[in-house]
């Protein structure tokens, strides 16, 4: 699972990944930027 990481401006592999559901329902996946240690997050893959 990729994520875009604001800090390094490119895709990364989703490090330490985990299953979320944001407020209005929607799945999504939060993890760390393996480069920088920056939290990720992609919407809408759960």
């Known amino acids: 699972m990729q994520a875009y990481c604001m800090k390094d401006r490119k895709k990364v592999e989703i490090k330490n990944p985990k299953s979320v559901t944001l ?3 929607r ?4 993890g760390v930027c393996p480069i920088c240690g920056t939290k990720v ?3 809408g893959k759960g």
């Open 23 to 25: 407020k209005n329902g």
């Open 41 to 43: 997050f992609r919407i």
């Open 27 to 30: 799945p999504a996946i939060q």
